[in-house]
Structure formats: C-alpha cells, structure tokens
Nanobody, 123 residues
Framework: QVQLVESGGELVQAGGSLRLSCAASGRTISSYSMAWFRQAPGKEREFVAVISPSAVNSIYADSVKGRFTISRDNAKNTVYLQMNSLKPEDTAAYYC????????????????WGQGTQVTVSS
C-alpha cells in the first residue's frame, strides 16, 4: 500500500501563491504516476495535474495551465503542486493521488488517495 498525506493548504488572497506537498509512505513512488485532483463544494472532483514517474512528462487541466506546476522529488518520496496567480475559483479541497505506471487523467484510474488539504482563495 501507498499512503499519501497532503499539506500546505491555507487561506490566501487572489493573485497569491501556495505550494502543496504530498508525502508518500509505505513504498517508494519512483514507479508511480502522481496526480493532483480538486473538489469544490457542490462539484465533482476534477483533474488538476499529473506527472510521470521519471518527471519527463506532465499534463495540466486547461483551467490551471500556465499557473500551476507539478513536480516530484523521488528521493524524498514527495510530490508538489506550485500554485501561482491563484483565483477564487481555485478554492477547493486538493487531493494527491497515485497510480502505478503511466499517466492517466481519469479519477477512476487512481487507486491511492490522500485525505486532502483545503485551499481557499479570497477575492
């Protein structure tokens, strides 16, 4: 099993930046694609970003492209989401997810999930 714990979510003003962290334990994540999803109240959980095991490739949702950057440090067994130019519509619970092997953007393809960290962007 892979256990994931997110941290870094907080209240931030529009235009500001946050860096979320996802610490993995149980086994190394060097062979896992790692992704971020988010869910706002009343909405379904949606894809944000994913990074390949080697960090060679990444995919972003159109809504965050150019503002968010996903990265990983396999030596630390940690994945990050750098969020810049935050907007009120970015307000959501952000979840880290892991899948063995190649990247996917569909929620159902991820079998390991963290508990989420709340990001609130004020206007």
């Amino acid at each position: 099993q892979v256990q994931l714990v997110e941290s870094g979510g907080e209240l931030v003003q529009a235009g500001g930046s946050l860096r979320l962290s996802c610490a993995a334990s149980g086994r190394t994540i060097s062979s896992y694609s790692m992704a971020w999803f988010r869910q706002a109240p009343g909405k379904e959980r949606e894809f944000v970003a994913v990074i390949s095991p080697s960090a060679v490739n990444s995919i972003y949702a159109d809504s965050v492209k150019g503002r968010f950057t996903i990265s990983r440090d396999n030596a630390k067994n940690t994945v990050y989401l750098q969020m810049n130019s935050l907007k009120p519509e970015d307000t959501a619970a952000y979840y880290c997810a892991a899948r063995y092997g190649e990247m996917w953007t569909r929620l159902k393809n991820y079998n390991y999930w963290g508990q989420g960290t709340q990001v609130t962007v004020s206007s």
